[in-house]
């Protein structure tokens, strides 16, 4: 039996608002539904993977879902809670990050299901054809400026100015929804709360021009706890493509989500039925330091856009990197590729070859200053028994640099329990 899709929403907290009849339309029948995906770069990342998610709730409860890749309205930029107009991106940039996306949703929606096949369309499809004055007749007399004006998106963006191009995003948008219903039988618009006016927009432009009923339904953005912004690391966003942020990375930071935040991402994020979710929280209370919710996030949703290989070596080279027992050998098993993903934060610095030199000439001198100051910094840190390198304690300065690299080039230094260096030969 397929669930319902409202209900499933509901509980994993996903439902912030639809329209009225939007339940009715989807119990009682197969019903299409698109959400739309601004190329503004190669990559979706995890802001982007809330929407996903509710594409392919939609799938499973039997409905079919439409991913729109906005090649047309990307070239403008939705204004929608923004606080200065973005910068426009060239056609070539464009393509470039339409295909990207395009083979991304393709990791989550089954599009050989037969009737409630997903499909994606772009809409520069359909407004390449559009003349300036042909649009702004057949089709800009069906919304007023009004109607317009009354939208928060632009509410607040006339306290610090909006161009006429970003002004009439909602109105593209609004055909986007129009076009679909007209051609692809397209009945809902779903996405983030804060693209509840742009939706609705087009649900009006639909009853206006052709008589014909929509429906909108928008999921709460995803917050940490606190109220901040989910989704960003110390570098940047979270990316879905592994050039961007490496799937270890990418491991990284749901595994370090704080507990109150893990119950909330675990059911907006999994598949993981209700029961399961609910056995898991109730484990991860009796026995919090073992971290159960974050374990399960972090794990499922890795698999999930990584692959079951990629969360494997994840896993192991977070093992062997918190394992205080871990030596050389487990380091190089790992490979240069997931060692450089792993170290891939951590300061670093190219040197030439060593040659023959003390511990303390090497950490206090030859590496600059990456860790120490002065030799007689290094010298004294070495006595503490406080540095190691590639996993080896270090317990004599003078003595001369007797460790082979990592991949025959790599030297792990490590300062302190928690403090690490990587430093490459060339």
Known sequence: ????????????????????????????EIT?????????????????????????????????????????????????????????????????????????????????????????????????????????????????VNYMLAKDSVKKRLETGISFTEFAYQLLQGYDFYHLYANHSVKIQMGGSDQWGNITTGTEYIRRKAQGEAYALTAPLVTKADGSKFGKSEGGNIWLDPEMTSPYQF?????????????????????????????????????????????????????????ETELETAKKASKILFDKKATISDFDSLGEKTLLQVFETVPQKEINTPGEISYVDFLGEHIG????KSKGEARRMIKEGGISINKEKITDGNAILDINPLSNKYYLIQKGRKNYFFVKII
Not at 1 to 16: A, N, Q, T
Not at 296 to 304: E, N, P, Q
Not at 369 to 372: A, G, H, P, S, V
């Open 1 to 28: 039996m397929k669930p319902d899709f409202i209900e499933e929403l509901r509980w994993r907290g996903m439902v912030h608002d639809m329209t009225p009849g939007t339940e009715e339309q989807l119990k009682k």
């Open 32 to 144: 299409a539904g698109y959400i739309g995906f601004d190329p503004t770069a190669k990559s979706l990342h995890i802001g982007n993977l809330a929407t996903i998610m509710l594409l392919v709730h939609f799938q499973r409860a039997g409905h079919k879902p439409v991913a729109l890749v906005g090649g047309a309205t990307g070239m403008i930029g939705d204004p929608s809670f923004k606080a200065a107009e973005r910068k426009l991106l060239d056609e070539e940039t464009l393509r470039e990050n339409q295909s990207g996306i395009k083979k991304q949703l393709e990791q989550f929606l089954d599009f050989d299901s037969g009737e409630n096949s997903a499909i994606v369309l772009n809409n520069y499809d359909w407004f390449k054809n559009f003349g300036f004055l042909e649009f702004l007749r057949d089709n800009g007399k069906h919304i007023s």
């Open 251 to 307: 491991y990284q930071f749901w595994l370090n989500c704080s507990d109150e935040d893990s119950k909330k991402l675990i059911r907006v994020f999994t598949l993981k039925s209700k029961e399961e979710i609910e056995t898991l929280e109730k484990q991860h209370e009796e026995a919090p330091h073992l971290r159960t919710l974050q374990n399960a996030l972090a794990d499922d949703i890795t698999k999930m856009v990584h692959g």
């Open 369 to 372: 200053d990456l860790i120490f």
